[in-house]
């Protein structure tokens, strides 16, 4: 199976920009749903994106959709979140997750997970 590993988090003004990535040790990258999720202290691990395994499906939650953009690099084994017009309540730590084969909004259906990377937003 693969192991993950984010990079790309930092501290942004409202309004700005960051580009999240999640790079993917071993060759079945491509078999695997990929996913971001964020989470903040006391709260539960909160659907952000979803992409399938082909590049060719992809799903938002409601308060990113517009914002966000999930992509990946199946030649490169890497999971990309553009995130634009960042906004305070943006401010989490960010994970990328992978499960195969079907796309899922839940974290529970997730067992292959990334150790987060921190975002934070000033206001």
């Known amino acids: 199976q693969v192991q993950l590993v984010e990079s790309g988090g930092g501290l942004v003004q409202t309004g700005g920009s960051l580009r999240l990535s999640c790079a993917a040790s071993?060759?079945?990258?491509?078999?695997?749903?990929m996913a971001w999720f964020r989470q903040t202290p006391g709260k539960e691990r909160e659907f952000v994106a979803v992409i399938d395994q082909f590049d060719s499906a992809t799903y938002y939650s409601g308060s990113v959709k517009g914002r966000f953009t999930i992509s990946r690099d199946n030649g490169h084994h890497i999971l990309y979140l553009q995130m634009d017009n960042l906004q305070p309540e943006d401010t989490a730590v960010y994970y990328c997750?992978?499960?195969?084969?079907?796309?899922?909004?839940?974290?529970?259906?997730?067992?292959?997970w990334g150790q987060g990377t921190q975002v934070t937003v000033s206001s």
């Open positions: 997750a992978a499960r195969s084969p079907q796309i899922s909004r839940f974290a529970a259906e997730y067992h292959i």
């Open positions: 071993g060759r079945t990258f491509g078999l695997y749903a």
